[in-house]
């Protein structure tokens, strides 16, 4: 199907027409802000954990609700009347439960997290932050790297299983720089139980989170952790090689904070130091011009605002050739290039990299 074809329909401005009477125009020009808060509302209700206490069989009345998770009853009875007028939540004989339509909003979690929790303090610094003398907008990294990393479950996640097949004799120690709460980590040392792991991570909150999941999984005998940049680490001492480094969506992050001179020397240092690895980057393809893609149902809901704040939080996105240009130029070979699977994005913007260093003989 083509992008076009898919183009989401109700997106918040296409219900804009012009013309009409003045409150017909103004509910239209309102709706922004409705969604707005309403994408407020559903992260608030995934982030005290009452989506889960509502997800439940039985109705639970707002003063239990209040009780278990210590809130304020008149506000949270101020938050669950709001979702239920918008058709997120029921309110029942014996309390409130999600509303089929809320039901359909659990699997989008961690989008919440990473543009909600992570992303929502940067989009209200646009302001201030487009002022040519102004510092980049801040984020909160823990969000940030807890949502991605949860996205990364349903995409690049299963993107690095295909490409980790590509690795000759197989992985059996891997390394991952920006592991955000260490999920992928902890994901394959689930399904490959002879593998070894490393994970740094340099944001305070994501390192917590990660040290939090790994004991919860019963890993910490198999993942290390560390709170570090991937300049640092590297060259910190390594106990042994590992097979593969992966790097999924932090050269773009080193490219905002260091420049190419940071990504060159990351990817120098890596190469250098393992001369035997293999290396796995994911990263999104820049394509922000394709108007045609642009206009999908992902693009427009996900990638869109996704692009708006990498370059007000000191992250510089690149287009794909950029990337495998500065792979040669690095010394390194594309051992493989694959896409997310196209049933759960079918965008193509979302790439996976196989790099190992270059034969010397080309
Ligand atoms: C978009 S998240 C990606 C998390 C995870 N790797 C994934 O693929 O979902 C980027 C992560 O890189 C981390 N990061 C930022 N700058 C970094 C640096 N210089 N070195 C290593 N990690 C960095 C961030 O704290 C964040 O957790």
Redo the contacts with the bound molecule.
Sequence with gaps: MKASERSASSDATSTVAIGGAFEDRLVRALQPIRRFVLAIAIYQLFDSGLFKDLAQSRPVSTHELARRRGLDYERLDALLRYLRNEGIVLQLEGGFALAPLGEAFAEAEPWYT?LVGGYAESFLQIGRALRSDADAATRN?AK??VG??G??HYD?IPLTRELMNGIPGGCRSIL?????NA??LSELCGEIPSLEAWG????EG?YQAAIELVKERGLEGRIRLAR????E?LQRDLVGAPDAV?????LH??LG??GEH?VEL?LARIVDRFPAIHLIV?EVDWRVDDLPEMQSGLALAYYNPYFLFHPFTRQRLQRADYWERKFRDCGLEIVDKRFVDPAVDSTGLEVGYLLSKASAVQ
């Design positions: 990473m990294g940030v790297g991605s990393c996205i990364s690049a991952d720089l920006g592991c955000g999920l992928y740094v991570e340099p944001d994501g570090s940049t991937a300049a680490f992966v790097l999924g969506f932090v992050e080193i904070q260091e940071g990351a994911i």
